[in-house]
């Protein structure tokens, strides 16, 4: 077990037991227990990991979506985020562990310590209203290009 703690919070995570993690002065060595091919995989997994657990409760790390669609919007209720993207009812979605939502106008901010879990949230709100590909309207990363198709031609005939 590796538990890592800064000014934004703290991160704890599993380490399998062929991956040895040892901590000297103010660097942190990881190797493997033998030298195969499954540890040799896991030992450069287990590195990134732990460097995204660093820098994420030293730094944090942030995703940022675009909503763009008439009448579709992004508002606080508390710590929880509501959005309205043409369904019905509003979609509501509930903080977790240690992320924070934030909203400006039709952008909203996804940040926290841990790296995988603002990627999953992100990935959980985009998936609620994807961009379309015919007027471009839904929840988008920010800066994503999205591939627009043209729409049915209309063919004027000149018979009668």
Known sequence: MVAVKGPKG??????????????????????????????GAFWGLTRALIFNMVKGVKDGFEK???????????????????????FSHPVKIDKDGGIKFTVEKNIITISGPDKELVGQVSAKIRKIRPPEPYKGKGIRYLGEVVARKAGKKVVASGGA
Request: net charge negative.
């Open 64 to 86: 940022k979506l675009q909503i763009e669609g008439v009448g579709y919007k992004a508002n606080l209720e508390g710590e929880n985020l509501v959005l309205q993207v043409g």
């Open 10 to 39: 703290e991160l704890q995570r599993e380490v399998l037991p062929e991956i040895k993690v040892e901590i000297e002065g103010k660097e942190i060595k990881i190797s493997p227990q033998k030298e195969t091919k499954k540890t």
